[in-house]
């Protein structure tokens, strides 16, 4: 007999080895002595290693979710644990997996670019201001997995001798628990069936009394949401002084139970890796429409009015299909109609026996509007750029319009702040030497100007005659002006209850930025400014508050240039990181070659007409 071989390692495989990618995913709530070091530590760091996704870093802690070779990241944390000794503790969920799926999936994840933030909260608790201050400091006591585990075991037990003093709090979003959750025999599971995050604390305050008074184990994805959605619940004070947390999230319940334990099904995660299951074959998800069992979001299918990823088989996912979450059917929202466009007729008579979704509450055909009168169309409301109008707006996106014209209405309005006329003086071509002559243009070019967002020293129009700019004029100089958005507001709620309702905002460059500021505030002005989706040509983020990457929770379609689109005003990266703060998959990006305009040639009106198409 041969005795076993002693040969080093093949090179290439050592290499190949090295070369496999991963994620890293970990969190510390700690206090940061110095966020523009640590901003530049992670900018540095994460660049020289090739490391793409997203950091976010505040006074409180750190959030960070990167993907890269496995060695960089091993690196990565090892530089880390070196640059501070606020970082002690920390728990480094490190997975090696394959490399993304496609662009579509790694893009909504993420994992296309490296986007390093500094943020006011890690994860948003709240789209509204708390009626209490919380300190992450109070929250639930940490368990580790074999110590939940343990818990959930001596639970069941006490539940069966007739105890009921623990329940389970599951505090991730609908999307997530659909597809795995924890199930413990007679102990409770409580699924708020939230959209998003900052939903929980109104479920817990309708749901408190449910709460008070018992044991409440909860858990999350990695733990992060657990820690202020724990010190949220302790902080209602007596009877709410028992609240657990499973430390590292389903994550490491999963590595230390890798039959699943308790848990059920597969675990969302919010990286190219879409989730992560257990040994057990079982599936927990079932497809919207047919009801058979499925748990698959690599599709990305999602719902027609408010954006949230929903199952759809492959054998009933079609093209262009609309479809209607469980939560918009709860509210009464169905597919609505789907009117014909020209040829395309022939392609919606195809999608109509997968088109809605399934539920009593749908009607189980949309209507197409030949025999029972025309189809609604989409009332959408246009917001100019700077120093625009709505007349100059309406001529501009006259080509739109007519594209359109079977699908949706578009409605104009000045903004409220107009403007002075201005002008450069004019150079005498003989003359170069001598003092700029002082010639206004024409007086048939005196149209009137509006903004959204002026300077703060704004004094409104005195006269109408041109005057001379204080300096050269800096196309850019409006993304910094915020002190017009309250009157906008205002403005825009008479708007709405005149001249409404309107299904959505179409907006340009300023007029981007007001209505992706609307959007981040739709909870505050429902009822006065309704819409179901804004769409964002050219935008650009500006300084209203504490916004965040990916806190926006609207449907949205982003349109602007590329990187080399010829958009002299309006950069790249300021309409990508104007879409990094809409929910993650929420938003939709369209980017041309096209210059500082909305493009209306193919492809990217059909791309227009098929995100408008969701919401009929």
């Not at 599951?170 to 025999?185: M, Q, S, V, W």
């Not at 009607?363 to 029972?372: I, M, V, W």
């Not at 050219?538 to 609207?554: T, Y």
């Amino acid at each position: 007999m041969s005795s076993p071989s002693n040969n080093p390692p093949n090179p290439e495989e050592t290499q190949e080895e090295k070369k496999q990618y991963g994620v890293l995913l970990y969190y510390k709530y700690t206090q940061i002595p110095d966020l523009d070091s640590l901003f530049s530590f992670y900018n540095s760091n994460c660049t020289s290693l090739s490391l793409l996704g997203r950091v976010r870093l505040s006074s409180l802690g750190v959030n960070v979710t990167v993907g890269g070779e496995m060695s960089s990241l091993e690196s990565h944390i090892e530089a880390v644990k070196s640059f501070g000794d606020f970082f002690h503790g920390t728990d480094f969920k490190l997975a090696p997996c394959g490399s993304p799926l496609d662009d579509a999936v790694a893009r909504e994840s993420g994992f296309t670019s490296l986007s390093i933030r500094i943020v006011k909260e890690l994860v948003t608790l709240s789209s509204h201001p708390l009626p209490r201050e919380l300190d992450v400091r109070n929250s639930g006591r940490h368990l580790s997995a074999v110590e939940f585990h343990s818990a959930l075991q001596d639970a069941g037990k006490a539940m069966d001798e007739g105890s009921k003093e623990v329940v389970l709090l599951d505090a991730r979003n609908l999307y997530e628990t659909r597809i795995g959750k924890f199930h413990t025999p007679n102990v409770e599971t409580l699924d708020p069936g939230i959209r998003q995050y900052s939903d929980l604390p109104s479920w817990i305050d309708d749901n408190s009394e449910h709460l008070r008074g018992k044991s409440v184990l909860m858990y999350c994805t990695g733990g992060i949401r657990c820690e202020m959605a724990s010190a949220y619940i302790r902080s209602k004070g007596s009877g709410f002084e028992n609240v657990f947390q499973l430390f590292g999230g389903i994550q490491r319940y999963l590595e230390q139970f890798p039959d699943g334990g308790y848990f059920k099904g597969k675990n969302f995660v919010f990286d190219h890796r879409i989730s992560v299951g257990s040994s057990d074959p079982n599936v927990l998800g079932s497809c919207l429409l047919c009801r058979l069992p499925f748990d698959d979001y690599s599709s990305r299918c999602r719902c027609s009015h408010c954006r949230m990823l929903v199952l759809v088989c492959d054998s009933c996912r079609t093209k262009a299909a609309v479809y209607v979450c469980e939560l918009c059917q709860k509210h009464g929202k169905g597919a609505g109609s789907i009117p014909p466009v020209g040829e395309e007729e022939s392609d919606l008579q195809q999608i109509l026996p997968k088109s809605i979704s399934a539920g009593p509450e749908v009607s189980s055909q949309p209507q197409l509007g030949h025999g029972a009168g025309p189809a609604r169309k989409l009332r959408i409301l246009c917001l100019h750029g700077f120093r625009q109008n709505a007349s100059s707006f309406k001529g501009r996106t006259a080509s739109l319009a007519k594209k359109l014209k079977t699908i949706a209405e578009l409605l104009f309005v000045d903004a409220p702040h107009e403007l002075a006329y201005i002008y450069q003086p004019r150079v005498c071509s003989d003359a170069l030497s001598s003092p700029p002559q002082q010639i206004p243009p024409p007086t048939d070019e005196c149209r009137r100007k509006f903004a959204w967002m002026i300077d703060p020293d704004f004094k409104g129009m005195k006269e109408n005659d041109w005057n001379i700019a204080d300096g050269p004029f800096n196309p850019l100089q409006y993304q910094q002006q915020t002190e017009g958005f309250d009157t906008s507001v205002t403005f825009l709620k008479t708007v709405f209850s005149e001249r409404g309702p309107f299904d959505g905002i179409l907006g340009f460059s300023q007029g981007a930025a007001m209505a992706a500021s609307l959007a981040a505030r739709r909870g505050r002005v429902n009822g006065e400014i309704d819409f179901r989706f804004v769409i964002l040509c050219s935008g650009f983020p500006v300084q209203l508050g504490d916004v965040e990457h990916g806190s926006i929770n609207c449907p949205s379609l982003h349109i602007f240039g590329s990187a080399s689109g010829n958009d002299r005003q309006i950069a790249n990266q300021a309409s990508r990181d104007l879409a990094s703060l809409f929910e993650d998959g929420s938003s939709t990006i369209i980017e041309h070659d096209c210059g500082h305009i909305l493009p209306t040639r193919t492809p990217y009106i059909e791309e227009i007409k098929s995100f408008l198409r969701r919401f009929l």
